[in-house]
């Protein structure tokens, strides 16, 4: 059974880097099969889509969070890492990762998300 | 940015009921369109993906429709764990992926 589930600090000062970390049980991240994604829903808000990596490394970023967001993977814990920097009150939202299995793009296993508050 | 909507924004219907949601894509996403459900605290559940392939284990009551730019999701007979937020997503055109803002199913 594939699971999924992020952890990191929940509360981030603003211009700090946040951090989070989704780890990854029932499957290895590093197949050629899967992308492993981020998303994020502000409060009360909808989903958006921040950024992805495949099994093999390559990376896919929202356009508009490029300059900040990076995504990586640690193959010896199975896991996905979020690294966003500069980060405004805006940044302040549920944060979940999933999984999309290549070539479709919908996601079909989502951890159960990691809220983080960007305040002083 | 292919922009997605939906209506309506809140449908209230009361369990037995059958609803339609309904999608619609700024420009084509031939049948590249997914949906959500999602509960409060949790994280979106995949139901409906190529526009009308059932998730796995998904009841036969939730159905999907629709190619281009216009899709609908429709639930024939509303039961209790169904009310929700539904989203859809379209992932033929990209960056991004898009989900729309989302339609909350909420009891009349």
């Known amino acids: 059974q594939v699971q999924l589930q992020e952890s990191g600090p929940g509360l981030v000062k603003p211009s700090q880097t946040l951090s989070l970390t989704c780890s990854v049980s029932?499957?290895?991240?590093?197949?050629?099969?899967?992308?492993w994604n981020w998303i994020r829903q502000p409060a009360g808000k909808g989903l958006e889509w921040i950024g992805r990596?495949?099994?093999?490394?390559?990376?896919d970023y929202h356009p508009s969070l490029k300059s900040r967001l990076t995504v990586s993977i640690d193959k010896s814990t199975n896991q996905v890492s979020l690294t966003l920097t500069s980060v405004t009150a805006a940044d302040s939202a549920v944060y979940f990762c999933?999984?999309?299995?290549?070539?479709?793009?919908?996601?079909?296993?989502w951890g159960r998300g990691r809220l983080v508050t960007v305040s002083s | 940015e292919v922009v997605m909507t939906q209506s309506p924004a809140t449908l209230s219907a009361s369990p037995g009921e059958r609803v339609t949601l309904s999608c619609r894509a700024s420009?084509?996403?031939?049948?590249?369109l997914a949906w959500y459900q999602q509960k409060p605290g949790q994280a979106p559940r995949l139901l409906i993906y190529?526009?009308?392939t059932r998730a796995t284990g998904l009841p036969a009551r939730f159905s999907g429709s629709g190619s281009g730019t216009e899709f609908t999701l429709t639930i024939s007979s509303l039961q209790s764990e169904d009310f929700a937020i539904y989203y859809c997503?379209?992932?033929?055109?990209?960056?991004?992926?898009?989900f729309g803002p989302g339609t909350k199913v909420d009891v009349k």
């Open positions: 999933a999984r999309t299995v290549w070539p479709t793009h919908y996601y079909d296993f």
């Open positions: 029932g499957v290895s991240i590093t197949s050629n099969n899967y992308f």
């Open positions: 990596i495949h099994g093999r490394g390559n990376t």
């Open positions: 420009q084509s996403v031939d049948s590249n």
């Open positions: 190529r526009a009308s």
């Open positions: 997503q379209q992932y033929n055109d990209w960056p991004p992926f898009t």
